[in-house]
């Protein structure tokens, strides 16, 4: 099994250019999670995904947009690229457990360097 | 609300002893515990789900006091291959699933 599979794994953009991260994961999890990873500043949530269709608000989800059209995948679109979205994004995946849909381990992909110039 | 973590870096000898907290201002459901090798992905440690649980993981094991929110990590006897940057997780503030993480402690062990 190949887990959480990002694509693409580096990308240079320019200012205003738009582009979409793809997260495939092949382990038939409900949960998604785009996190950002900056300096000084750990893992923060973009946005995350309790099941197909569904979409929900992270921490610092302004200048991103997300779509979960197949369980599968996740996709993370930035609108209109800024140098202050320079970073790294993980996406995590994970399945929830007992009556209350605790989540549990999440499996992180290899992560997406991008570079906003 | 991102869990807050002590101290932000750690550095020891190898054999000794660390403690790593984690704590947050709203209800916790879980904590879980992740660590993350430079360049790399994280990867899962723990997760703890019950007040004052805990547990272990090779001579790693952690504790959660759900009616303190807080959560604390024990590293007995390092080594250097547990060198790298390590998150505590945590479910919180009504939400079962929205999984935030605390902006990390970095661990050194030097020979």
């Known amino acids: 099994n190949a887990g959480v599979t990002q694509t693409p794994k580096f990308r240079v953009l320019k200012t205003g250019q738009s582009m979409t991260l793809l997260c495939a994961q092949d382990?038939?999890?409900?949960?998604m999670y785009w996190y950002r990873q900056d300096p000084g500043m750990g893992l923060r949530l973009i946005h995350y995904?309790?099941?197909?269709?569904?979409?929900a608000k992270g921490e610092v989800p302004d200048g991103y947009n997300v779509s979960r059209l197949k369980k599968q995948n996740f996709l993370l679109g930035l609108e209109s690229a800024a140098p202050s979205q320079t970073s790294v994004y993980f996406c995590?995946?994970?399945?929830?457990?007992?009556?209350?849909?605790?989540?549990?381990?999440?499996?992180f992909g290899q992560g997406t360097r991008l570079t906003v110039v | 609300q991102q869990p807050v973590q002590s101290p932000q870096a750690v550095i020891l000898r190898e054999g000794e002893d660390a403690v790593i907290n984690c704590s947050s201002s709203?209800?916790?459901?879980?904590v879980h515990w992740y660590r993350q090798k430079h360049g790399e992905a994280p990867v899962f440690l723990m997760i703890?789900?019950?007040?004052?649980e805990q547990k272990g993981h090779d001579k790693i094991s952690a504790s959660f006091n759900e009616k303190k929110q807080q959560s604390s990590l024990y590293l007995t006897a390092s080594q250097l291959s547990y060198s790298g940057t390590y998150f505590c997780?945590?479910?919180?503030?009504?939400?079962?699933?929205?999984?935030?993480f605390g902006k990390g402690t970095l661990l050194t062990v030097n020979p």
């Open positions: 709203k209800a916790l459901y879980s």
């Open positions: 995590a995946s994970s399945y929830p457990s007992g009556a209350l849909g605790m989540n549990t381990e999440a499996f």
């Open positions: 995904s309790v099941g197909e269709g569904t979409t």
């Open positions: 382990m038939n999890h409900e949960y």
């Open positions: 997780g945590s479910s919180s503030g009504g939400s079962n699933y929205k999984l935030t």
């Open positions: 703890l789900l019950k007040g004052g």
